[in-house]
Nanobody, 123 residues
Framework: QVQLVESGGGLVQAGDSLRLSCAAS????????MAWFRQAPGLEREFVSA???????YYSDSVKGRFTITRDNAKNTVYLQMNSLKPEDTAIYYC?????????????????WGQGTQVTVSS
């Protein structure tokens, strides 16, 4: 079965960097649509970034220029490099995967989800 395991979250100060990892099993990240979403307390889960099997990437306006999504095919892992972190980036970050479809920024477009990793940015 498919399993996505996130890691790399933590408590950092504004302006710091973090790299989140999403280790996949039961699927090959290079052939799936992979994405990161986040959810802050009391808010809906929101799109952060997506990486298609073609290599094309997408970012939300709030993270564009600060976050970078990549993958390591040999490790079957997807990463989210987060730079210049802000307090408003505080949330649980989830990795998601889906086999097909062009929609990338809606949670319902993804069939597989990880358990999430907490990112807290203090001011």
């Amino acid at each position: 079965q498919v399993q996505l395991v996130e890691s790399g979250g933590g408590l950092v100060q504004a302006g710091d960097s973090l790299r989140l990892s999403c280790a996949a099993s039961g699927l090959t990240v290079s052939t799936y649509k992979m994405a990161w979403f986040r959810q802050a307390p009391g808010l809906e889960r929101e799109f952060v970034s997506a990486l298609f099997f073609s290599g094309r990437t997408y970012y939300s306006d709030s993270v564009k220029g600060r976050f970078t999504i990549t993958r390591d095919n040999a490790k079957n892992t997807v990463y989210l490099q987060m730079n210049s972190l802000k307090p408003e980036d505080t949330a649980i970050y989830y990795c998601a995967a889906d086999w097909s479809g062009s929609t990338y920024n809606k949670a319902e477009a993804y069939d597989h989800w990880g358990q999430g990793t907490q990112v807290t940015v203090s001011s």
